[in-house]
Structures are given as structure tokens and as C-alpha cells.
């Protein structure tokens, strides 16, 4: 069914297993790996950067030569790491992890970092994770028995770090759940730890507007984000591999495609925007846009009603201080139940 639904907030409308030399011996339903050449935690598989793959271990490096074991800041499974000395979506330098054909559920924990990207399949996972020991989960189907996996770059000058790995098998299909992919800024992006950063995108808050288990949330936004640089960069690459129809793509992006260092015209924009649509839409997924919510002193329609209602004072307190465009926690919540809210509405079950 093709379909259209225009959302905003401008016009509104996001078995563990011992320490053993082998994951062949029987098939698992959780493998938990503890990365660098420190101590192994109990029940976790102990990888050092040397460690290469073969198909009698059934895990390691592709290219250890290209790794190295390094410290982290933190205690148990983060005290220690290995850090990515080539990286990128497409490289072959990835934790190979031999797996039945399925659904899997992939924690990923990493070392010490700014700022860093989880790729795994060849396209991104997990976009910018920040600070020391930085946590993230996503699903992914494994369709060749194997799983590749690398930390890569979010940030560049920083360093890709992996502390931990722990995935669980949730379906013999290897078909992800029922998904609402997340594309935009920094006022819609995922922030670090994810249950008590201070700052964090609406992206990041949907999921506790959503009935339990009625979609899992893939927040792809990323600060700083343009429309070219999303369709170009990786991002939509991610969201187009996954993909299908019962699914839903809400893009928010705008507020930095006027900075004139990303030299895109509004014709350019709106033809990107346009291209990007079709995109998903020929995946058979719905399009939800979200025009930017603009700044605390700027508000149109659904946004604007709500913080009208509360006033000036309780608006400005639902924004990181002397900044009246990221949103607080708190905001950030705010700006997520409106969206939920709206989608509710339109008749998106699962709010």
C-alpha cells in the first residue's frame, strides 16, 4: 500500500558458555567474548588480537595484524580491549564469529574511545557511540553462518576500541523483528549511557512511548547530519539492506542542511529528500517525516502548542543549558511522546 504520512514538530508530522577453544563443539544460544589480554571474565570466551580465525575455533580475527591489545578505564570485561587499526564498512579487519542461520540479538560493549561506529555485514549497526565503555544492542540476521563484526570510525583521530561482545540467538528466521528505522541529527541521535545520559535525541526516548515488543526502534541518526551526507555516507545503506515492508523510516533532517559548509542548495535538498523516499519506499516500508522541531524561541504547530502550554521558563528547562536547540533528557522525552502521540494518531499500532 503506498502510502504517506507527513509528521512533525514543525509541521510534526524515531547460554553463555565457558572459557573453551571452540563454538563448534554444539550450537549456543549466547556467546559472550571478553576482548585484550587481561583477565577473562567468568563464562566469557577470551579473545587477544592475535587471536586469528579458523573454522575448527570458529571465531577470531580476520586480519590480526592489523589489531592490538590495549587498556580501558573500567572494571570486569571493560578493563581491557582491542583496538581496530583498520576500519571502515567494507573492511575485511573484523571478529569473525561462525553462527547458524538466524536472528541474533549483538551487545556491544567498547573499550576507551570519543566517539565510535559498530559495522557489521558490510554497512553500519550502531552509529557514534561516545565515552569509555559505551553499551549498545542491536538485531541482525545472519544469512551465511557467519557473523563479521568491527568497531570503526565515528570520529576520525580517536581510537576504535571493543571491550565485549555478547550475542544471543532470538529466532531461527533470519529475519529482524517488526522495526522503525530513525534518521537525523543531533536532536534526534542516540547519547551515552543510553538509560542516563543528560543530553539525548527524541530518537533515543521513542522506545518507552512504544508497547513492549510492538517494534524495536534502529536509531541511524547522527549529530551534525545533513540529507547528503545520510543517503550518501552509510546511513540510508543500513536502513536499505534491512528494510521491509511493516516496517517504518522517520527522517528529520534540515536544520543543518543550510550551513553553508555543506554546500547543498535547497533544490538539492529536496530532491535528496525526495531520492531517499523512494528508496525505502520500494523496500515496501512506510515514510514518516518530521520537519525539525527548531529552537526553544522557535516552535511551530505540535511542538510549539506544547511548550505554549507550559510557558518560557518550563520550555527553557527542557534544553541543555544556554542552548535553546539540543534537547535535555528531560525535553528529549517530552519531544518523544509528541511524536509517539501523533503517531498514534495516524494509526501506527504499537503507541
Not at 25 to 53: H, L, M, N, T, W
Not at 166 to 176: D, F, H
Not at 327 to 338: E, K, S
Amino acid at each position: 500500500m503506498k502510502k504517506w504520512i507527513a509528521a512533525g514538530f514543525v509541521m510534526m508530522l524515531m547460554l553463555c558458555f565457558g572459557k573453551i577453544e571452540s563454538i563448534k563443539a554444539a550450537e549456543q544460544k549466547v556467546y559472550q567474548f571478553d576482548f585484550g589480554s587481561g583477565s577473562v571474565e567468568p563464562d566469557y570466551i577470551g579473545v587477544k588480537a592475535s587471536d586469528r580465525y579458523n573454522s575448527s575455533k570458529g571465531y577470531g580475527f580476520q586480519t590480526p595484524e592489523h589489531m592490538k591489545d590495549v587498556a580501558a578505564s573500567g572494571t570486569g570485561v571493560k578493563s581491557d580491549a582491542v583496538q581496530f587499526l583498520a576500519y571502515g564498512t567494507k573492511s575485511d579487519n573484523t571478529f569473525n564469529i561462525d553462527l547458524p542461520n538466524g536472528l541474533y540479538e549483538v551487545k556491544v560493549t567498547l573499550g576507551n574511545t570519543a566517539r565510535a561506529s559498530v559495522a557489521a555485514e558490510g554497512v553500519f549497526q550502531v552509529i557514534n557511540m561516545t565515552g569509555d565503555g559505551a553499551e549498545d544492542t542491536f538485531q541482525i540476521p545472519v544469512t551465511d553462518g557467519q557473523l563479521n563484526l568491527l568497531v570503526t570510525e565515528g570520529k576520525a583521530g580517536t581510537n576504535f576500541t571493543l571491550s565485549a561482545l555478547k550475542i544471543k540467538k532470538l529466532s531461527e528466521q533470519p529475519v529482524t523483528n517488526r522495526t522503525i528505522y530513525v534518521g537525523g541529527d543531533s536532536t534526534v541521535c542516540n547519547y551515552y549511557p543510553l538509560n542516563s545520559s543528560k543530553q539525548a535525541g527524541w530518537g533515543q526516548m521513542l522506545p518507552q512511548f512504544m508497547k513492549k515488543n510492538a517494534f524495536q526502534v534502529r536509531n541511524m541518526a547522527s549529530g551534525g547530519q545533513f540529507a547528503r551526507g545520510f543517503r550518501n555516507n552509510g546511513q540510508l545503506e543500513a536502513i536499505l539492506k534491512y528494510i521491509k515492508p511493516g516496517d517504518y523510516f522517520i527522517l528529520q533532517l534540515g536544520i543543518n542542511d543550510t550551513n553553508p559548509k555543506n554546500n547543498e542548495t535547497e533544490a538539492e535538498f529536496k530532491e535528496i529528500m525526495r531520492d531517499m523516499v523512494r528508496q525505502v519506499k520500494a523496500k515496501g516500508a512506510e515514510v514518516i517525516l518530521s520537519a525539525p522541531q527548531g529552537r526553544a524561541t522557535d516552535f511551530n504547530v505540535l511542538s510549539s502548542s506544547y511548550f505554549t502550554s507550559i510557558g518560557p521558563e518550563k520550555t527553557l528547562a527542557l534544553y541543555m543549558d544556554g542552548d535553546t536547540l539540543h534537547p535535555n533528557r528531560a525535553g528529549a522525552g517530552d519531544l518523544a511522546r509528541i511524536v509517539a502521540q501523533e503517531l498514534k494518531k495516524l494509526g501506527v499500532n504499537g503507541f
